[in-house]
């Protein structure tokens, strides 16, 4: 039995926007790209929100859009995809990695705080792998430290944190939308924001620059430098298709990752990080499911070899050359949590079309290898 670790939800409504995109040769950013990012933005529930080529884009036009730059320190968690620090450099910015918490592989918030300094701009906290973060305390850390909140939200569309769904807690909320989430086109990233200055520098900033209030292209007028970061037709129209059953696709992520935690119950060889047992009023999005287990390259070479794709959970950035040898980044501490968690997290199958004797299988296969 071969079983991959994502499938992307493609059905016959998809590929037939997606045709009738090309049937219309208008397929860079057009119509269809707004009516995707209005529904986006009525699902997610905030004020503005505009689409870009991916979250790594996304990221590097949030710390343009609040003026982050040279002098700037942005800190962030080691225990993430690369691309969370790279933006930082990126835009003049020093990156500050701390450690995060080994119980839920989120940022650990006393090393965040010990961190912050006259010179700190900015945190990007990554809500890894659909968890909601503890956006209370972060406030609290904003308020009193007069900083900026970008989160990265890559793996978190769908989730909830006291009843409001992410992309309405930070000061600038980055989503992907590559083929690992359950809601992608193909390539490609949302900005969320609640304020109107910031949003319209962001939509400005994405199309070259150009001043996005005139009528007509003999009306308009270059007013920063900006780039190209648009989001085409074409991926706009997978999007739209997939937004046709979002509440399907998420709801069965959610009961997929329930019948992990059962099965997974009945074994004392596999650990969970708290990070999979939603606070009340909170709902994790199941982007990924990650468990800890010793071993786990052997562990993961096995399983494999069994027909089973499975994957490290994420990167332990200071274990890298790119983050460990360089002027625009600080490494804060010995960073042993995000080592061990690194070190530790297997993620697991998991896409719309996963059966619960699949799961089993997967499950019973990982104890036998263990």
Known sequence: MKIPL???????????????????????????????EEKMKDFLGCKYLHSVTSCTTGLEVALRALGIGPGDEVIIPDYTYPATASVIPIVGAKAVIVDVSKEDMLLNFDALEAAINKNTKAIIPVSLFGAPLNYDKLNELKIK????????????IGAVYKGVKVGNQADITVFSLHPRKFITTGEGGLITTNNKKWADWINSYKHFGMDMTGANREGIHFNIIGTNYKLTNIQAAVGLGQLENIDELLNKRIQLANNYKKLIKESDKINLPMVLDPKPNCQHSFQTYVVYIDDRDRVMSEMRNKGIEVQIGSYSLHMHNAY???????????????????????????????????????????????
């Open 6 to 36: 994502i499938k992307p939800f493609i059905n016959d409504s998809i590929k037939k926007r997606v045709i009738d995109v090309l049937d219309s040769g208008y397929l860079t950013e057009g119509p269809v790209t707004r009516e995707f």
């Open 145 to 156: 430290h007069n900083l900026f909140i970008v989160e990265d939200a890559a793996c978190t």
């Open 324 to 370: 460990s040898n360089n002027s625009q980044i600080e490494l804060v501490g010995d960073l042993k949590n995000s080592a061990w968690c690194f070190r530790h997290a297997l993620a697991l199958p998991l896409y719309n079309d996963l059966t619960f004797e699949q799961q089993k299988f997967i499950i019973d296969e990982l104890n036998s290898c263990i």
